[in-house]
């Protein structure tokens, strides 16, 4: 049986508040190649991430502590959809190809994905070009107006 204890979220969001990034993930597929995979993401406020999009395929986010504001974006960087999971909706599913982004709203968060594998990391084409990569200028900026952001709002400029 696998499971994650109230105790794990609790260490785990320690991991991720002494992590330089302020994630720290518990896979609980077994393998990078699994077909399926799951995982908890502790992500602390002040972790960027910057949007995105996986070609290959859905994301399900559910929060298991904390909200989390989830964005949708265009190709131009503006925003088509928001929601704050833990708040305004408990889960979310992310269509493939679609450009989204994360953003940790509160202390000790642990969101849970799951996706189909293997394991992909996001290639640089899949990163959104009209956004900062992490730990460039430019950052602190875009995750400010991911927290005001709303449907229909024009795109982040650097």
């Given at each position: 049986?696998?499971?994650?204890?109230?105790?794990?979220?609790?260490?785990?969001?320690?991991?991720?508040?002494?992590?330089?990034?302020?994630?720290?993930?518990?896979?609980?597929?077994?393998?990078?190649?699994?077909?399926?995979?799951?995982?908890?993401?502790?992500?602390?406020?002040?972790?960027?991430?910057?949007?995105?999009?996986?070609?290959?395929?859905?994301?399900?986010?559910?929060?298991?502590?904390?909200?989390?504001?989830?964005?949708?974006?265009?190709?131009?960087?503006?925003?088509?959809?928001?929601?704050?999971?833990?708040?305004?909706?408990?889960?979310?599913?992310?269509?493939?190809?679609?450009?989204?982004?994360?953003?940790?709203?509160?202390?000790?968060?642990?969101?849970?994905?799951?996706?189909?594998?293997?394991?992909?990391?996001?290639?640089?084409?899949?990163?959104?070009?009209?956004?900062?990569?992490?730990?460039?200028?430019?950052?602190?900026?875009?995750?400010?107006?991911?927290?005001?952001?709303?449907?229909?709002d024009g795109g982040f400029s650097l």
């Amino acid at each position: 049986m696998k499971q994650i204890t109230f105790s794990d979220l609790q260490k785990q969001s320690e991991q991720a508040a002494n992590s330089p990034r302020l994630r720290a993930n518990r896979n609980l597929h077994p393998e990078l190649s699994d077909p399926v995979q799951r995982l908890a993401i502790a992500m602390e406020p002040g972790t960027y991430v910057r949007p995105h999009r996986h070609p290959h395929t859905f994301e399900l986010l559910t929060p298991l502590s904390g909200r989390f504001l989830v964005l949708h974006f265009d190709e131009n960087g503006n925003v088509t959809q928001r929601a704050v999971l833990g708040e305004d909706c408990k889960v979310l599913e992310t269509d493939a190809g679609t450009w989204h982004a994360v953003l940790s709203l509160d202390k000790d968060g642990v969101i849970f994905e799951v996706k189909q594998g293997a394991y992909q990391p996001v290639a640089e084409q899949d990163m959104a070009p009209w956004a900062p990569a992490e730990n460039e200028p430019g950052a602190a900026e875009l995750m400010k107006w991911y927290a005001v952001a709303q449907v229909g709002d024009g795109g982040f400029s650097l």
